[in-house]
């Protein structure tokens, strides 16, 4: 190696992020030259056969139990910091963070224009929801004041430890079932090194060469179509901090960062699919599939907006029918189903007019934003990290046991493929309807649970997709009414205490209050009269009150029955029972 | 008050009433107020020192006193006490506050130890000298004109010049033995896992152990005693209670296997040194110790492995000195964020530390990661191979502490690879995780001259059994 070897001080010093001047930089390129000089008698060390590990000790690490804890002494840690913001550390903006488009002349000549296809890798982060962080006790709840949810451990003060968090490793491996993975009895934690305010250690705690997870697939369906996704790995991690910009808003131009680690260390998982995905919509089809498959599990809550769920997306073209693979992009900031399809649309169609103006695609990172609807440069090549991945000395391998892999395997229930299935085959809901309950794990979970107690899918799809659905503005918004409350109300419209007119008035007024179904049903009176001395003593009065109409019906015009009825109905505010009103009615004046 | 109290001596003096914890304490404050110009042993000194003894004398009277009451001792300044400073001797933490004690510290508080102060040492632990202090070079008490030995060179110093009867150093590659040797004192590092990492500040993780400088092995058994143990913030630390710290007795050599390594008192070694090693060992013999030389031939690549993991796992450890949450943050105005790192990064480490670094990025850099940091790691492995096979057969091995005499001040400065390799004898226990304790065997030249015991993993309690009996029976006759 020492013949090839080659130090290229720049790089280095880039990646220990100092300054040095001229003459310090040949001293250090001189004493690192003798230095590795004299490493290289391990060349001859007959080792070659031996694990590497970074330690000579043999020993399982041991877990925490996930139990969520404020650290107490916070004014501690804030003490400490040369400039805050309210309770935020402060640091000035990042400059060109950025890169510099080249400008694509459109008077080039085009090329012929040939077929392509597209390849497409998707890398899926998911929060975990456990109630502390993946290495400290902090709890992992938003909405908190700025760095009231950390300590010592998750600021990466000097001196401190991680210890992992034992719930966030079932999750890790109930993913890994839930998708078919093989999960690995031994996995490793390594660091990645990178400088960014919002990394306390200046490293993330991740897996690299020992994912706890290997393989795998997704079945989804693209118009109707099954195709199971191939899955490379599933890997833990810990996510860094926030940097809310102060000043100007969105992430250019503005003035400083108020960074808040109350973020930093909540568990991930990252799901890696292989390159074999073809189209965007496949693209969107496979992350909803997979959201479903984590949020049925009960291991994420599933919310893109708020980054509970974050796709990047490799995206490459290669002329059809070819097996090399072209130069990729990597693509961020895709925030919903549709930013993900789209996205991946107009980056395939860049990709594809850089193709036909002749023009090379180069490899680099790109943002995708929302309001222009395209994507740009965030960092090219060049200026690609290099992460320096090492096992984690701090902890040591995680070994799990075939037991605790079974137990596991025991609690992943009917994968919401199989549900959308089932509903349509055992149940006769339409495709679309039970669709929807795979693609929403909450709504499938409600649909369940009110199926136990009221026997009528068909009826609970009814009313659930066209009432109950309707007062959902937001995809994925959580509802107040329980199944409970859900079940009694349709058995009340099926025993006639209330009708169905009436039935979508409550649901309104139950959705407008917040209110529970039955409250509405009792409060605001809206059960049907169906005390038949009630509704005939009604009756009697609107006869008496039209006497002259009665004269008419009885001379033949059968036509004025509808009109009691309406008369009737109006006078009892709609809540008489139809049924009771047609009979008592037919036998007053046959 | 004689001039080197031992740990057990106050004890016991303070319990049979000889003297007062105040007494003592404000004795030792004072010397080290009057005669640390001379060495710079401290960093600083907690300024509640003298109020806490006088809690502690308090609590004699009322007999609530805990086991270890009133005892003062140093604390190397890369272990965090609660609301006292904690600089790593560098710059770029020299306002830093410890938000929170590190385990040993929380346990030590709680039988009642006091800390008297925070020790000079190289910065972030680099260095075998402690010369690479933003503080200042520590002297050694034996003779200003030559190094105290490093990285807890202050911790060594203040315990040989009799400012406390012990201090808590780190030993991350011969950093506690190596000073102990070159001060005439006791350096004790425990087997990898014994005491918690929580809230030593990182050099190289996997290697890095906190140890204790003291004048006697008992009294480093004492101190272990109320620090080992689990740790649930260090997932590295060991729930092992080793044999004889609880109840410490002094343990003796009949029938005991002692091999002394060949490959350590060989060509590199001064020849005074393996002479003075050589005839302590032969005393052994006398009290039933059956002695040989043994080989272990990975021994040689030790050095090299150590100064590719312990830079590795550095240059990333110290990628949070950044500016940002806490430390020094570089004054320059007009800067972005990448500028703040940078420059800061740049006022705030010293020169070693940044060299340390270059080298650590590079052993981890695409393209020579399996080359040199990946066959480090295997070659660790051989090495700890080659120790278990030896002590299949050995109780212990012996080795010099250090190969060579105290250095004398500046003299290593220009000849950095000559430190390094100095480091030959006290690496390989950092590598594979073994107890090793340094004793002082005697003084050529007038410099003090330390032997290295290294024991099986978790046999620190009979390692320094036998150290105690080694120094009672043997050495200290000899000084
Ligand atoms: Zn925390």
Known sequence: MSDKRHIDIDKLINLGSFEVSNEEKKQFEAGIEDFLKYAEVINSAPCNDLQPASHAIQKDAFLRDDNAKIWEHMEGLLKNAPILEGTSFLVPPQKGRTGKEKEVQENLSIKEVEDYETVIGLEVHAHLKTHSKLFCSCPTEFGNAPNANTCPVCTGQPGVLPVLNKESVNMAILAGIAVNCKINKKSVFARKNYFYPDLPKAYQISQFEEPICSGGWVEIEVDGVSKKIKLNRIHMEEDAGKMVHVGAPGIWGSKASAVDYNRSSVPLIEIVTEPDISTAKEAKEYVIMLRAILVSLGICDGNLEEGSLRCDANISIRPRGTKTLGVKTEIKNMNSFKAIERAIDFEVERQKKLKKLGLPIEQETRLWDESSQKTFLMRSKEESHDYRYFPDPDLLPLTLTDELIDSLRKKVGESPLDKKRKYQKDYNLTEEESKLMMVNPEYANYFEETLKLYNNPKNIANWFFNEILSYITQEFDKFHITADDFASFLKKIDSNEISGKIGKSVIRKAFDNKKSLMEIIETEGVKQITDTKEIENLIDSILNANQDKVAEYKSGKVKLFGFFVGEIMKQSKGKANPQVVNDILKGKIG | ????????????????????????????????????????????????????????????????????????????????????????????????????????????????????????????????????????????????????????????????????????????????????????????????????????????????????????????????????????????????????????????????????????????????????????????????????????????????????????????????????????????????????FTETRKDGFGEEVKKRILIGNFVLSSGYYDAYYKKAQKARILLSEQFRESFAKYDFLITPTSPVLPFKIGEGVNNPLALYVADLCTIPANLSGLPAVSIPVGKVDGLPVGMQIMAKRFDDGLLLGVGEFIQKNITDGDK
């Open chain 2, 1 to 340: 008050m004689t001039e080197k109290l031992t740990v057990k001596k106050i004890i016991e003096g303070y319990n049979k009433k000889e003297f007062s914890v105040s007494e003592i304490s404000g004795k030792y404050y004072k010397k080290i107020e009057e005669e640390d110009k001379k060495y710079n042993s401290f960093i600083t000194l907690n300024s509640s020192f003298l109020k806490e003894s006088e809690d502690s004398q308090a609590k004699y009277q009322a007999n609530t006193n805990n086991l270890l009451e009133g005892v003062p001792i140093g604390v190397k300044d890369n272990i965090l006490v609660k609301d006292i400073l904690c600089t790593c001797a560098s710059k770029i933490l020299s306002n830093f506050v410890s938000p929170y004690n590190a385990t040993v510290i929380d346990r030590l508080k709680s039988v009642g130890v006091n800390f008297i102060g925070k020790t000079n040492m190289d910065e972030f632990a680099m260095g075998s000298t402690t010369e690479n202090s933003f503080y200042g070079a520590t002297k050694n008490p034996v003779n200003v004109d030559y190094v105290p030995g490093g990285s807890s060179g202050g911790s060594a110093s203040c315990v040989a010049a009799g400012f406390v009867p012990a201090a808590l150093g780190s030993d991350t590659g011969g950093s506690v033995r190596q000073p102990a040797s070159f001060c005439g004192i006791v350096g004790y590092k425990p087997s990898y896992g014994l005491l918690s990492r929580y809230g030593l500040v990182a050099y190289g993780s996997s290697l890095d152990q906190i140890g204790t400088l003291t004048n006697t092995c008992e009294d480093a058994a004492i101190l272990v005693k109320y620090m080992k143990g689990v740790d649930r913030n260090d997932s590295t630390s060991s729930n092992i209670n080793p044999l004889n710290i609880d109840d410490f007795k002094q343990i003796d050599l009949k029938n005991k296997k002692i091999g002394i390594i060949r490959e350590t008192i060989g060509e590199n070694t001064d020849k005074r040194i393996s002479q003075l090693i050589l005839e302590t060992t032969k005393k052994f013999q006398k009290y039933g110790a059956t002695v040989e030389e043994v080989t272990i031939p990975a021994l040689e690549y030790s050095v090299s492995i150590y100064y590719i993991i312990a830079p590795a796992e550095a240059s990333s450890n110290l990628a949070r000195y950044d500016g940002i949450r806490y430390g020094l943050r570089t004054t320059k105005k007009d800067v972005d964020a990448k500028t703040i």
